[in-house]
């Protein structure tokens, strides 16, 4: 009689591998690299009769098991890096690769091949004339904010597509050079025509991209490379004095700071693809630098409109240059010298007005990817601000209480919290937005206190 064979080691080890990743999406035991990437959570879903019914909780059950399945990290990247290095596949739709390994951010191709004009406007006429209609709103708002002293400069921030075409694949070069309309740039004429104040700045790196001794975009990045930063930032304050009574300083590189370590931005594409192994990259300047001088305490305060291309230049010494400044992300997140403001959100925080209405320059910077959203309605949030003025206290606490019940997960914690307490949500609502409300004002007092 033959031996049966023994599956008792493979069955234990096999039992023993499912055990650890159960483990694992419990208790998160072994640290983990987090996946880099935007998720949008799904919101909890309670179990009753109804949500069983029509699926919603099985959905979610679905949806959490496979975010926190134990090691899922390790799982991905790994599959990640097979998929690059056995068949140079990156398998992050939103990153394509090009000619010597460059990567491109997908929505800036999407740009050049008009796919953006059809899912926003459908035809380029329709998009002419809203881009004719922004350009009106944007000389009323020059005048409103000129009559409250502040003055605007737009920023058109280049493009990676535009300034290396000759490393796109095939298809999209073959697009970009039939390409009869880009809407950034038909903004650019019309504000040429208007004689609205601005940079180009992808013109610029075009025609600065053969002489430049560093990347005006790492392989790697969908930003302005960190090497430009000084260069960016001189070109900035010069058109500001030009444009201003204001007189800034100079920019001084002091070390041009090699290294195969990059910046985020620099990097961000790469780290998109989520591999296990970093990928070789050839070193790049990460330069050091300084204003020659700060000019004393009679500095404008700076508000910046714009996009993930400010970033780069409110964390460097760019910033030093103004009296007090303050960033209105896509004109939704504040972010801030004032720490007490970070994070607000525009839209609800009382004393929006306030901070428009001491600000001296308005700059706003935006990507030809973000154009087809223009200043993200902040035509409309300073025509609001400046028609509104000052809020009473009341009008303060129910931006606040709008603020709440327009975060799901907030509000849904009010919910449980009025339940708990016995009392009702409108009540519970009022309570919290005056608590937090009187929270915020406790550190304006004591970031004010700290200061000279």
Known sequence: MKNRPHFTIPFLCLMGFLVAIFVQGLTHWVPAKPLVGFYDAKRPVKLKVDTWLDGSYQDYLTDYARVHTGFREFFIRNYNQCCYLCFNKIT????????NNELYMKMYLDDVTGKRVKEYFKTADSAKAVAREHVQETLRLIDTLQRHGTQFLFVFAPSKVLTYPENLPDAYRDSLEHCDFLLSQYYIEQFKAHGINHIDF?????????????PLYTRYGSHWSEATIPLVADTLLRKLEAMTPY??????????????????????????????FPVKKPAVSRPSFTLTDTLGKDK?????????????LVNSCFADAFNRWDFWQYNDNILSSREYLNWKKVPYYAKAYEMLEETDIVVAIVTSAYIYEYLWGFEQTAFRLFAKGSLSEEETIQLKINEIKNNPQWYERIVEQASERNVSVEENLRNNAIYVLDADKKKQEAYESQQP
């Open 92 to 99: 992050n739709d939103n990153v394509v690769c090009g000619k």
């Open 202 to 214: 992808t013109h610029y790196f075009k025609t600065l991209r053969d002489t430049f001794p560093y």
């Open 247 to 276: 007189r800034f300083p100079d920019i001084q590189v002091l070390d041009e700071n090699y290294s195969t370590d990059y910046s985020e931005q620099d990097g961000e594409l790469e780290a998109l693809m989520n591999l296990y």
């Open 300 to 312: 404008p305060n700076l508000l910046i409109v714009g996009d993930s291309y400010s970033i780069q």
